[in-house]
C-alpha cells in the first residue's frame, strides 16, 4: 500500500511541474511583450519615424 501512495505521489508531483513550468514560461512571454510594448510607447519622440521620412522625400 505505501507503494500505492508513492507512486500517487509522484504522478501528483509530475502533474504540478508541468503546470509550474507552464505558468514560468508564460510570465516570461508576458514579461518580454510588456517590456516590448513599453518601449515602443516610450521610445523618444525625437527619433525620427518612416512615415515621417517618407512624408519628407515626397516634398
Same mark, same amino acid.
Given at each position: 500500500?505505501?507503494?500505492? /501512495?508513492?507512486? +500517487?505521489? *509522484? ?10 513550468? =507552464?505558468? /514560468?514560461?508564460? +510570465?516570461? *512571454? ?10 515602443? =510607447? ?18
Amino acid at each position: 500500500m505505501d507503494d500505492a /501512495k508513492v507512486l +500517487r505521489k *509522484r504522478k501528483g508531483f509530475g502533474f504540478s511541474n508541468k503546470c509550474t513550468s =507552464l505558468v /514560468k514560461e508564460q +510570465r516570461a *512571454r508576458l514579461y518580454i511583450l510588456r517590456r516590448c510594448a513599453t518601449m515602443l =510607447l516610450y521610445r523618444d519622440d525625437n527619433e525620427p519615424n518612416q512615415l515621417d521620412n517618407s512624408s519628407e522625400l515626397d516634398s
